[in-house]
């Protein structure tokens, strides 16, 4: 069974750092593109950016470039999403998608979510 | 970056027909655009019922169709049921850029 299991729920500072995960399962994760979607409180989904994690090749949105890095690691079959410095604007729901083999533009699974909210 | 437009709300009645709709600000949306469609329902994670244009996974019910209506994306409903009632979103690949529509919240009424 192709699963995508994010990390759980996240309460954070501004100005704090922070790496969430998507696992991935039940595939071969190194030929599937895993994309991350942002969708804040209210809002629409946002295209944050997306990794190839047989060679690691990312590919981001210009609203994101700079300000997340997305990483995967082989080994563990999991992708991450991470922050240096959380602002109270990052609160949202973050999920990882994946794509069908090969090309990255087309989408099966999605994780259940994890909820980042950052509050001081 | 192009700009991606979805009808904002639509109302269907149980039974009917309702197609949605995903338009490119650089242009029309062809078939090199990949279109995508997913579902959304409130506290569920979005649900991909559509890709490369037409192409349905598994767990897509049959009612629901995609397609290129003129220079858009369209998805189709037919014998809207109420458990349709969601949120529509639209992804379309344009080069090194994947832009979704702001979404379309279908009623079932």
């Known amino acids: 069974e192709v699963q995508l299991v994010q990390s759980g729920a996240e309460v954070k500072k501004p100005g704090e750092s922070l790496k969430i995960s998507c696992k991935g399962s039940?595939?071969?994760?190194?030929?599937?593109?895993i994309a991350w979607v942002r969708q804040m409180p209210g809002k629409g989904l946002e295209w944050m950016g997306i990794i190839y994690p047989g060679d690691s090749d990312t590919r981001y949105s210009p609203s994101f470039r700079g300000q997340v890095t997305i990483s995967a690691d082989k080994s563990l079959t999991t992708a991450y999403l991470q922050w240096t410095s959380l602002k109270a604007s990052d609160t949202a729901m973050y999920y990882c998608a994946k794509t069908i083999v090969g090309a990255p533009y087309d989408f099966d699974y999605w994780g259940q979510g994890t909820l980042v909210t950052v509050s001081s | 970056q192009p700009v991606v437009t979805q009808e904002p709300s639509l109302t269907v009645s149980p039974g009917g027909t309702v197609t949605l709709t995903c338009t490119s600000s650089?242009?029309?949306?062809?078939?090199?655009?990949?279109p995508n469609w997913f579902q959304r329902k409130p506290g569920q994670a979005p649900r991909t019922l559509i890709y490369?244009?037409?192409k349905k996974h598994s767990w897509t019910p049959a009612r629901f169709s995609g397609s290129l209506l003129g220079d858009k994306a369209a998805l189709t409903l037919s014998g809207v049921q109420p458990d349709d009632e969601a949120e529509y979103y639209c992804l379309i690949y344009n080069g090194d850029a994947w832009v979704f529509g702001g979404g379309t919240r279908l009623t079932v009424l």
């Open positions: 490369d244009t037409s």
């Open positions: 039940g595939y071969t994760f190194t030929t599937h593109w």
């Open positions: 650089t242009g029309a949306v062809t078939g090199g655009y990949y």
